[in-house]
């Protein structure tokens, strides 16, 4: 469901991302039945490495499923996906990250940082990793006249991963991932070692 002020925010969102990459990105819509479209943007910050951004997550504020009133003022956000992996091996990812950002909707759940998501499936073909753990990113948090919209990274996770960071927390697997040198970028890379 959307709030009156949406599409101002979607707008400033999509200037923003213009910026701070300079240059005008490949998009893509993806639509579910009784959710709002959500376009999904893709830019080549370096070459052979791309940066995926949802558009659309934040045309209304997040709110807990619990919550059945319809606000105006929220927490707003969109997701990030940086990449490296084989253009011809990214097949889905559009699909994967609108499935991600149509979720606080769908099932009435609010994105922070630290928290784990899980599609259930590869998020790309030959991808080991299903989901991810939400992190702040380099790109700046976006002001806009109806609250602030957070750019959250997801940094992919492969099932084994994101089961570890269940019990253990997502701290703890950022920081299996920095003493193995897990790249991130990677989505065909196996678990880290969680032993």
């Not at 376009?39 to 504020?61: C, D, K, W």
């Not at 059945?68 to 994967?96: C, F, I, K, N, Y």
């Not at 928290?115 to 998020?123: A, E, I, K, R, S």
Request: aromatic share 4%; glycine share 8%; hydrophobic share 45%.
């Amino acid at each position: 469901m959307t709030d009156a002020h949406g599409d101002d925010v979607l707008a400033l969102v999509d200037a923003a991302l213009a910026e701070h990459f300079g240059q005008r990105a490949i998009r893509s819509s993806v639509t579910f039945l009784g959710v709002e479209p959500v376009e999904v943007l893709r830019f080549e910050p370096i070459p052979g490495e791309y940066m995926y951004s949802t558009l659309g997550m934040s045309r209304a504020p997040m709110r807990p499923s619990e919550e059945s009133a319809v606000l105006d003022q929220g927490p707003r956000a969109e997701l990030l996906l940086h990449v490296h992996t084989r253009q011809d091996a990214l097949a889905g990812v559009w699909r994967s990250l609108a499935v991600l950002a149509a979720a606080p909707v769908v099932e009435g759940v609010v994105y922070t940082p630290g928290m784990t998501v899980d599609l259930g499936q590869p998020l790309a073909l030959g991808s080991r990793c299903v989901g991810g753990v939400l992190a702040s990113s380099a790109v700046a948090d976006v002001a806009t006249p109806h609250g602030t919209v957070a750019l959250l990274q997801v940094q992919p996770a492969t099932s084994a991963e994101l089961a570890w960071a269940r019990v253990h927390g997502s701290t703890a697997l950022e920081d299996r991932w920095r003493t193995a040198g897990v790249d991130l970028l990677d989505l065909g890379r196996p678990a880290a070692p969680l032993i």
